[in-house]
């Protein structure tokens, strides 16, 4: 059964740092990763996708690896904003593009003036 | 892109009462739509999936008979929470795969149900 953990489960910072939130999943053969953004009772927005075959994807500010071997995967914020603050998912589907999503528990972050 | 829509976005009920969300794809063919539910502080967790045509396959420890899953159609799958209780009360999404393979999922905006 495939498992997903997310580390840290929170993360406070001051705005303009570069921060690193952590993903990692048990069953190696996922067919791809995404990473989402969740603000308080809404639901979620996508931010990246990394197909198994990539070891990376880049949007904006936001960089996101994925070393499939491992179980891996890592998302980048550069200069974080006040924005910046809610909740980030980290999510596997299964072998197939149809596969069911995994998430892992979140990371809220904040980021403070 | 695909676009999925949920209603209602939020309903408060009774307890014992049961409560309908339907989930439809506005602009493509949903032939497998998954449910995942969301409790306070927690992380999404898939509840079922359903394709088009048949029966919905449940995950272990839910109950099928209290969440009955329709998809009658390629554009409307509906989760019906029978004689909800509050500890139904929770975030309903509902997502379903886009179909040329490139394993995006169109998720709808949730529903959040409250069972006094």
């Known amino acids: 059964k495939q498992e997903v953990t997310q580390i840290p489960a929170a993360l406070s910072v001051p705005e303009g740092e570069n921060l690193v939130l952590n993903c990692s999943f048990t069953d190696s053969a996922i067919y791809n990763l995404q990473w989402f953004r969740q603000d308080p009772g809404k639901g979620l927005t996508s931010l990246l996708l990394i197909q198994s075959s990539q070891r990376e994807q880049t949007s904006g500010r936001l960089n996101a690896s994925l070393d499939k071997s491992s179980g891996r995967s890592t998302l980048y914020i550069a200069a974080s904003q006040p924005g910046d603050s809610a909740t980030y998912l980290c999510a596997v589907t299964g072998g197939t593009s149809y596969g069911k999503l995994t998430f892992g528990q979140g990371t809220i972050l904040t980021v403070h003036p | 892109g695909a676009v999925v829509s949920q209603h209602p976005s939020w309903v408060i009920c009774k307890s014992g009462t049961s409560v309908k969300i339907e989930c439809r794809s506005l602009d493509f063919q949903a032939t497998t739509m998954f449910w995942y539910r969301q409790f306070p502080k927690q992380s999404l967790m898939l509840m079922a999936t359903?394709?088009?045509?048949?029966?919905?396959?449940?995950e272990q420890g839910v109950e099928k008979d209290k969440f009955l899953i329709n998809h009658a159609s390629l554009t409307l799958s509906t989760l019906t929470v029978t004689s909800a209780h509050p500890e139904d009360s929770s975030f309903y999404i509902c997502t379903s795969p886009d179909s040329e393979g490139l394993g995006t999922q169109y998720f709808g905006p949730g529903t959040r149900l409250t069972v006094l």
């Open positions: 359903s394709n088009e045509g048949s029966k919905a396959t449940y």
